[in-house]
């Protein structure tokens, strides 16, 4: 009987050790073959902490640090977004594998520029946009590629969260790892820079077309007293809303917020073709997939549809990293996201005439 070949080994370096590191490490540590070996972390005791959790043998306080040592051959970069090109350039230079965070980077032409470094190196770049792990929104694309739907003419695209309305997931008010997202000086581009890169990835990854002209508008709004708590200047979008038209002429909308109270974290795409509907829904936790399609169209009825289980983005890095996988959302998608994430905010704020 022929005996299946051991995978290649693979051993991860996990840079920035704080509340994400943790999914990365769960996921790597279920994968035979794939040993987690370091973490990086500027801060001692998260660093200790996370090393402890998750039985890691070895710490740096320095990405450099870590590559001096060089024992490991790929990275997950869990740092915050405004570190991510510091943290990876560095990586890729010592030719390392590299599954970072998104957003990529705060701006486009650091997102360009990792995307091009990534692609001199030659090494597996991949983004870590968690909802393409959703089997609702794989399914959904094979769909629309397939033309199930038709051409696409209409959509709308909403990430709801209520993390500033609630405190299931901690003290916003308390806690740096929120603070930071709600502070522009410390890197955060709101909920546009933060989730609005998820919803954005979400709509245009199924409809297979990118954002050509939009308006957009953010929001900002009162929480504390002085637009300020310690250190943290309250400045960050809270909300936004954009409207577009696609490169393939599809109109909708794409929308965010962390005040969508009674939604923890949902997301929800409805797209509309000349022969057919499909809602791309991921609530409460669950993938969920509706179409009403050709001859279903006269009554309206709605049915659940197929949505077979994918591989986790950690999954297909690894295996992009053995070969067995083409990398998939690469560095390069994430500097296109960018390029949009940028323009909304500029095109953000416009006041039409009383
Ligand atoms: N894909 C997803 O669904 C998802 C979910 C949550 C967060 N994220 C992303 O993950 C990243 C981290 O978010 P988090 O919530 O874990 O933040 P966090 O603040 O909890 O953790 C970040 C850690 O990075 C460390 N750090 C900062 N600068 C560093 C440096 N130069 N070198 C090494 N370590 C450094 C910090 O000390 C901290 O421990 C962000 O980019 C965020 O957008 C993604």
Redesign the pocket.
């Given at each position: 009987m022929a005996t299946r070949p051991r995978a290649k080994p693979v051993r991860i370096l996990v840079?920035?050790?704080?509340?994400?590191?943790a999914?990365h490490v769960r996921a790597y540590q279920a994968m035979p073959g794939v040993t987690v070996v370091a973490g990086?972390?500027?801060?001692p005791d998260?660093l200790k902490a996370f090393q402890t959790d998750h039985a890691i043998p070895h710490g740096f306080a320095?990405?450099q640090d870590a590559i001096a040592w060089g024992g490991f051959d790929a990275v997950s970069n869990?740092?915050?977004?405004s570190?991510?090109k510091?943290?990876t350039l560095p990586l890729l230079a010592a030719g390392k594998h590299v599954l970072c965070?998104?957003?990529l980077a705060t701006s486009h032409a650091d997102a360009a520029e990792m995307a091009d470094a990534a692609a001199r190196a030659g090494v597996v770049n991949m983004v870590?946009?968690?909802?393409r792990n959703v089997p609702a929104l794989q399914a959904a694309q094979a769909l629309v590629a397939a033309g199930t739907i038709g051409p696409v003419r209409h959509f709308e695209a909403s990430y709801l969260q209520s993390w500033l309305t609630q405190p299931a997931w901690g003290d916003w008010k308390t806690e740096?790892?929120w603070l930071?997202r709600l502070s522009t000086a410390h890197g955060s581009n709101g909920v546009l820079g933060?989730v609005g890169v998820?919803i954005l990835d979400y709509a245009t990854f199924v409809i297979g077309a990118m954002p050509a002209r939009f308006t957009s508008r953010l929001a900002t709004f009162d929480k504390a007293p002085g637009g300020r708590i310690d250190e943290y200047t309250l400045d960050a979008n809270d909300s936004f809303v954009m409207e577009t038209e696609l490169t393939n002429g599809a109109l909708g909308t794409i929308s965010a917020t962390r005040f969508a109270s009674g939604h923890l974290n949902d997301l929800r795409l409805r797209v509309y073709g000349d022969t057919g509907g499909l809602e791309v829904l991921f609530e409460g936790g669950k993938s969920l997939l509706r179409g009403c399609i050709g001859p279903d169209m006269p009554t309206a009825t709605w049915r659940k549809l197929p949505t077979p289980p994918v591989p986790t983005t950690y999954r297909r890095f690894v295996d992009a990293i053995r070969g067995t996988a083409t990398p998939d959302p690469t560095f390069a998608r994430g500097a296109a996201l960018q390029a949009v994430l940028d323009a909304a905010t500029l095109g953000a704020g416009a006041d039409l005439p009383a």
């Open positions: 840079v920035g050790t704080g509340s994400m590191a999914a990086v972390d500027t801060r998260v320095t990405v869990v740092t915050p977004d570190v991510h510091t943290t965070e998104k957003p870590n946009l968690t909802y740096p790892r930071w933060d998820h």
